[in-house]
């Protein structure tokens, strides 16, 4: 059974950095697509960063480019989410998710494994 578990969510002030941190366990493999994604309610869910386990150029939404960015330990299954200059609208739930059967064609926001989320709340 494949498990995520998010951690480094917190509170945190507007221009602040944080790391979010994402394990696997419980199914290995040599190609997978990892990432971000992040609701608030009332709104639909954003994929926000999204990772191929064997290289590429990873994916940024519009809203966090430049700001975020996407890392991948292959050999401790952990994706990791560095953010920096944190906004109010950052302010979200964000979770982890994981597929395996996509190959290199990350797809959208149809991943089969998802994580229990962890809060980031900014303030401004």
């Known amino acids: 059974q494949v498990q995520l578990v998010e951690s480094g969510g917190g509170s945190v002030q507007a221009g602040g950095s944080l790391r979010l941190s994402c394990k696997a366990s419980?199914?290995?493999?040599?190609?997978?697509?990892m990432g971000w994604f992040r609701e608030v309610p009332g709104k639909e869910r954003e994929r926000i960063a999204i990772?191929?386990?064997?290289?590429?150029?990873?994916y940024y939404a519009d809203s966090v480019k430049g700001r975020f960015t996407l890392s991948l330990d292959n050999a401790e299954n952990t994706l990791y989410l560095q953010m920096k200059r944190l906004k109010p609208e950052d302010t979200a739930m964000y979770y982890c998710?994981?597929?395996?059967?996509?190959?290199?064609?990350?797809?959208?926001?149809?991943?089969?494994?998802w994580g229990q989320g962890t809060q980031v709340t900014v303030a401004s």
């Open positions: 419980g199914y290995t493999a040599s190609g997978f697509c």
């Open positions: 990772a191929y386990s064997g290289g590429g150029r990873n």
């Open positions: 998710a994981v597929e395996y059967g996509s190959g290199d064609r990350c797809p959208e926001y149809e991943y089969y494994y």
